[in-house]
């Protein structure tokens, strides 16, 4: 067995992730996702989903998702350009264009692959591309891909990126590219400062909106729009699989002449399936009722608010920031694993992260805020949190 080798390896390897508190288990859900779930045959309120705006088992999106699969039927077996596109695929990339008011959009499989496959076609040897040093992990991949000049900035230190910029002076093309919202902190990247300086320096801007798109800003056009410089950004990656109906499918938006180039370069576009057409009118309906989803993302705010009021009222050390996202500082990573499974037992469902995830002696617990919670389920939250973090003496 050429394999046992490696299998005992791997065998190892696993042993000390679990012996160190890192290996990942995952907990099965007996429902469908929503505000309130079933985890481990008891009824649990979310915080952990992506689901910002309630719309992951929306009515209509379900419905929509339904027609698309008796009107366009279930796959295509065809890359776009073989006989992979209908008719949907090119209105969907319409829709999303038109709702960042970008020239052309062209849909991936995921937005791991709108990274994966976005800078090794525009940069060569002769341009930089300037990264966040807290990027997610698709945007860090796809610029390992490119044979740009890499210069990673501290997070959002304005003066490092400047210096970076300095450095990539004589450069053809500087790309400027960053997480619009950073999922582990929940802060917003500085988009209008970041633009100011591209003005200066001649380069483009690039934001990964996964973490934005349809529930920030006033009409849901992300991070861009809470910093008023959506037309300034070049490009603007995001994903079908977050706040717009959380299916699957991402995206890049941006010049008709970057998207043509992409379409006839971006390796995960010419070597993967199409987006399955259920999925594609689904995220069209999606984001159809993010457009017009005012009232929504007021809940989102309003029981935000509520929740970081009464987390800190508690006691709690609740990141500053203008997200739904609420990472709850505990310190400890045993700390912060005992505290979500005594949530969990009183009925709150959310996730500690730990080294290698956030820095050492920074874990949390995250929460995810959705329009979806009821006043009552966040009044839930925090009192199960004031118990829990008694218990455990985080809190007085
Ligand atoms: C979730 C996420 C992705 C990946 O999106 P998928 O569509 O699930 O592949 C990429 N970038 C950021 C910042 C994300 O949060």
């Known amino acids: ?45 979310n915080f952990c989903a992506n689901n910002y705006l309630g719309l992951s088992n929306h009515p209509e999106v379900v419905a929509a998702a339904e027609e698309g699969l008796k009107t366009w039927g279930y796959g295509l077996s065809s ?54 040093a807290l990027n997610h992990a698709s945007i860090i991949d796809g610029v390992r891909l490119c044979k740009a000049k890499r210069l990673r900035y501290a997070h959002n230190d304005m003066n490092d990126l400047r210096a970076k910029l300095v450095e990539a002076k004589g450069c053809r093309f500087k790309m ?10 929940g802060d917003i990247a500085r988009l209008a400062d970041i633009c100011e300086l591209a003005d200066e320096f001649d380069a483009i801007v690039g934001i990964d909106d996964c973490h934005a798109t349809g529930h920030l800003g006033a009409t849901g056009r992300g991070a861009a729009e809470v910093a008023g410089c959506l037309d300034r950004i070049d490009i603007i990656t995001g994903t079908l699989g977050k706040t717009l109906g959380g ?49 929504l993302r007021a809940t989102l705010k309003a029981k935000t608010a509520r929740l ?27 700390v912060a694993a005992k505290m979500s499974e005594l949530l969990l037992a009183a009925g709150v469902y959310v996730v500690g992260f730990s080294f290698p995830v956030v820095p050492q002696g920074q874990a949390r617990i995250r929460i995810q805020v959705s329009a979806a919670h009821t006043a009552a389920q966040v009044d839930h939250a925090i009192d199960a949190f004031r118990s829990a973090g008694r218990e455990l003496g985080v809190v007085a």
């Open 1 to 45: 067995m050429p394999a046992a080798g490696l299998n005992k390896h791997l065998q190892e390897q696993l042993a000390g992730l679990k012996t160190q508190g890192l290996l990942k288990s995952e907990r099965s859900i007996a429902t469908p996702q929503d505000a309130e779930i079933t985890v481990n045959g008891r009824a649990v309120v």
């Open 79 to 132: 890359v776009r350009f073989i006989c992979g596109t209908q008719s949907i695929h090119k209105q969907a990339e319409a829709q999303v264009a038109r709702f960042f008011r970008k020239a052309d959009a062209i849909l991936y499989i995921a937005c791991f692959d709108a990274n994966g496959g976005l800078f090794e076609p525009l940069l060569g040897e002769n341009d930089a591309v300037l990264s966040d």
């Open 176 to 185: 400027i590219f960053t997480d619009s919202v950073f999922s582990m902190d």
């Open 247 to 295: 299916g699957a499918g991402g995206f890049t938006v941006a010049s008709a002449e970057v998207v043509e180039w992409l379409r006839n370069r971006s390796r995960p576009y010419l070597f993967s399936n199409s987006v399955p057409p259920s999925l594609v009118a689904a995220g069209m309906k999606a984001l159809e009722l993010v457009d017009g989803a005012t009232d």
């Open 308 to 334: 970081r009021a009464g987390l800190e009222a508690a006691g709690f050390t609740v990141k500053p920031g203008p997200t739904p996202i609420l990472p709850v500082m505990l310190g400890d990573a045993t």
